[in-house]
């Protein structure tokens, strides 16, 4: 026969218990009651260390809740644990239970200067953290500004060598107005070797006997057509939106083109008197 004593033993025992990290730790003073509610139970498992055996039952449900908390919250730590073990009995097997659960969390002077140093150290870590991402932000649109700039300057610039050396001459004159005379200059120069192309072409049909009598009418044509060809393109330089026109059949080569039919004599005055006075 077995006699098992049913009685409430109050119990107390002070533990270290870890805070979030590991790194330090909370002091913990603990009291509770605990009592045999299955007197088979205990006979059956041989249970021989009750008070031993509900100790480590606290401690390892405290730490699990102290690990959720930084060194300097010991309050919101103690009140979660009061929370989850003073709530009436707790039944925690080999025909024990515990009640009167309490508990009171601290941390000492020295684990407190760490807790500081620590938490000091994370926060200049977070602003540098916070600084880098700052500067990384600032550098990408920074970076994007610079692209969409460099685009914007490529597509004016490209605008502007399509219009023409006159174009690029205006903008010239206008970044640099010293530079104003240098422009028209150039201008002036382009306008007199598009002259000097159009005599030449004209020089080389002449010198070619690709001219014939009856097409000197057409050929001032052909040439006037190439004048207003070189003064479209030079034009165009200057800005104005004229097109040039395409060769008609006028500015084709001279000698390709059938002679137009001769044109009837026109007698004069004197003429027509002479041919009276011979009748």
Not at 112 to 129: F, Y
Not at 152 to 181: C, M, N, S, Y
Not at 204 to 218: K, M, S
Not at 228 to 244: E, I, M, N, Y
């Amino acid at each position: 026969m077995y006699v098992v004593d049913i009685t409430a033993h109050d119990e107390a025992f002070i533990a270290q218990l870890p805070c979030a990290g590991d790194t330090l730790h909370f002091d913990a003073a603990v009291k509770y009651s605990w009592r045999v509610s299955e007197p088979a139970t205990v006979v059956r498992e041989n249970v021989t260390e009750p008070a031993a055996r509900c100790q480590a039952h606290l401690t390892d449900r405290l730490r699990s809740v102290t690990r959720r908390f930084a060194a300097l919250e010991s309050q919101a730590a103690e009140e979660e644990a009061r929370a989850q073990l003073s709530s009436g009995s707790l039944e925690i097997g080999g025909g024990l239970v515990i009640s009167a659960f309490q508990v009171e969390l601290s941390i000492n002077s020295e684990q407190r200067t760490l807790a500081k140093d620590l938490e000091i150290e994370s926060l200049r870590h977070q602003v540098a953290m916070l600084k880098e991402k700052g500067r990384q932000e600032l550098e990408g649109v920074t970076q994007e500004g610079e692209l969409g700039r460099h685009k914007q300057r490529t597509e004016h610039f490209a605008g502007l060598l399509a219009a023409g050396p006159a174009a690029v001459a205006a903008i010239i004159a206008a970044e640099d107005p010293q530079k104003a005379t240098e422009a028209a200059n150039f201008m002036v120069a382009l306008y007199e070797k598009d002259e000097r192309l159009a005599v030449e072409a004209l020089k080389v049909i002449a010198e070619g006997n690709q001219l014939r009598i009856g097409d000197l009418d057409e050929a001032v044509e052909a040439v006037v057509d190439r004048f207003k060809a070189v003064v479209g393109r030079t034009d165009s330089r200057l800005g104005a939106q004229t097109t040039p026109t395409a060769l008609s059949g006028q500015s084709a080569m001279i000698a390709d083109q059938p002679a137009p039919a001769p044109r009837p004599p026109v007698e004069s005055s004197e003429t027509q008197r002479v041919t009276d006075e011979g009748s």
